[in-house]
């Protein structure tokens, strides 16, 4: 079983920057991939940001250039640097993990428990 925490989250006004934390705990063989997904109310989850084991990035059209993911490998830990925040940006933000439990098996996915982001204008 894999557990994912999130912190960061807050109220920022319009411009204004937070950093987003994800750590992943479990008997983990291997990460596939991370990523961050947004769910504003009354809207679908969507796909913020990915990272690959590799390194490869991919941004929602929406947040490119203002959002960053990175990850560290060491602390299994996932971020996203969010600067030049908008309210539209508004939403409970959620890591998603793809695990390899053990060598050869199929990958699955864990998500985090949410944390909230709320820009003012």
């Known amino acids: 079983q894999v557990q994912l925490v999130e912190s960061g989250g807050g109220l920022v006004q319009a411009g204004g920057s937070l950093r987003l934390s994800c750590v992943a705990s479990?008997?983990?063989?291997?990460?596939?991939?991370l990523a961050w997904f947004r769910q504003a109310r009354g809207n679908q989850r969507e796909a913020v940001a990915a990272?690959?084991?590799?390194?490869?990035?991919n941004y929602a059209d929406s947040v490119k250039g203002r959002f960053t993911i990175s990850r560290d490998n060491a602390k299994n830990t996932v971020y996203l640097q969010m600067n030049n925040l908008k309210p539209e940006d508004t939403a409970v933000y959620y890591c998603?993990?793809?695990?390899?439990?053990?060598?050869?098996?199929?990958?699955?996915?864990?998500w985090g428990q949410g944390t909230q982001v709320t820009v003012s204008s």
């Open positions: 998603k993990i793809w695990v390899y439990m053990e060598a050869g098996g199929r990958s699955d996915d864990y």
């Open positions: 990272i690959t084991s590799g390194g490869t990035t």
């Open positions: 479990g008997n983990i063989f291997s990460i596939n991939a």
